[in-house]
């Protein structure tokens, strides 16, 4: 691009697209990931999580991976934020 070109690009009145809607958890993960993600989001433990679901903390900590890359996340913190 030349500078001509990015300064006309730059001076247009164009509104850039508007950012995607971040994804929600019903759309994109199982129905055992949603149940992990709802007593995540109401602050259980992995531990807690385990107890409750009857499964091993192992495989909460995967469920939670798995969540976090489906719904571009971070932490669980923001977990509640997508539910």
Same mark, same amino acid.
Do not use: C
């Given at each position: 691009?030349?500078?001509?070109?990015?300064?006309?690009?730059?001076?247009?009145?164009? !509104? +850039? =697209? +508007? =950012? +995607? !809607? =971040?994804? #929600?958890? +019903?759309?994109?993960?199982? #129905?055992? !990931?949603?149940?992990?993600?709802?007593?995540?989001?109401?602050?259980?433990?992995? /531990?807690?999580?385990?107890?409750?679901?009857?499964?091993? !903390?192992?495989?909460?900590?995967? /469920?939670?991976?798995?969540?976090?890359?489906?719904?571009?996340?971070?932490?669980?913190?923001?977990? =509640?934020?997508?539910?």
């Amino acid at each position: 691009m030349s500078t001509e070109q990015a300064l006309e690009y730059a001076l247009s009145e164009e !509104e +850039p =697209p +508007p =950012p +995607p !809607e =971040p994804r #929600r958890a +019903p759309d994109y993960l199982t #129905r055992r !990931e949603r149940e992990v993600a709802t007593l995540a989001a109401q602050g259980f433990t992995n /531990h807690r999580i385990a107890a409750e679901l009857s499964i091993s !903390e192992y495989t909460v900590a995967n /469920h939670l991976r798995s969540i976090l890359k489906k719904l571009g996340l971070r932490s669980r913190a923001q977990i =509640p934020s997508r539910l």
